[in-house]
């Protein structure tokens, strides 16, 4: 990938992505670190050619194969809540998509360990990532459903499909102190929840209304 492309011009630039980053904070993004992540990852490097004018707007883009890149208000908000005001070891990403989210991830977290159900999506996060060699970044093909439990304990863990109920295998791999964000079906609606884990056991809590496609069982 050439180099232009990276470093973007007119609606592309740094100088649109810095917009992009005070409209996320007049829209209630606090977290600093989070801001400047967002700020640091060319957004339109990771959707497909014909999208990246848009890739800046806060709407979520198609990414092929019938899944979307979520927008960069739902991302930001998700990293906001997962990091929690802390510093992050190591953070489980469900549903890698075009890899954006664990771009941003990397920026907050020492280490990413992202899993994708559909291998043509992977190969395609896996491309838009070489470039920016992203060592602390491991992509996986697998179930998100059943976790990493190579890897667990997590301090985070972010999902970007939405389920009807909390994968088990995930609350298990969850770190004591760690945090979970995913969008929940609750009453035909989706809500983005936060459980963490405390010493003594699970407490949850249901944010925003959120749009995300369904969590699928098994790998393609
Ligand atoms: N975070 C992504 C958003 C991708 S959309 C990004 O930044 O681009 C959600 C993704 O979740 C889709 O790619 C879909 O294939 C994937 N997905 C759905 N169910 C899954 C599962 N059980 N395990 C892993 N990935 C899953």
């Known amino acids: 990938m050439s ?3 990276h470093s973007g011009i007119g609606m592309t630039s740094q100088r649109t992505r ?16 989070v801001l400047a992540a967002m700020g640091e990852v060319p957004r339109h490097v ?7 004018s848009r890739a800046y707007e806060d709407i979520a883009l198609p990414l092929g194969f019938g899944q979307t890149i979520s927008s960069p208000f739902t991302v930001a ?42 291998a043509p999506l992977l190969a395609k996060a896996r ?3 070489r470039e920016f060699r992203l060592s602390s970044v491991r992509l996986r093909h697998g179930d998100g459903l059943l976790g990493l439990p190579e890897a667990a304990p997590f301090d985070a863990v972010v999902m ?3 389920a009807t109920h909390v994968p088990p ?4 791999q969850l770190a004591v102190g760690g945090r979970m964000v995913l969008p929940m079906l609750i009453n035909r609606e989706q809500r983005l929840c936060v459980i963490e884990r405390t010493t003594q056991g699970y407490a949850e809590k ?7 496609v369904p969590l699928l069982p098994g790998v393609e």
């Open 3 to 5: 180099s232009s492309r």
């Open 18 to 33: 810095l917009r992009m980053v005070e409209r996320l904070r007049d829209q209630g993004i606090c977290d600093e670190v």
């Open 46 to 52: 990771f959707v497909d050619e014909a999208l990246a």
């Open 77 to 118: 908000r998700m990293t906001e809540l997962a990091r929690g005001g802390m510093d992050l070891g190591r953070v489980l990403d469900i549903g890698t998509g075009c890899g954006y989210q664990a771009a941003v991830l990397a920026r907050v977290a020492r280490e990413v360990y992202s899993v994708e159900r559909l």
């Open 127 to 129: 491309r838009n990532l």
């Open 160 to 162: 970007a499909a939405a």
């Open 169 to 172: 295998a995930l609350l298990d």
């Open 206 to 212: 249901q944010m925003d209304q959120v749009k995300f």
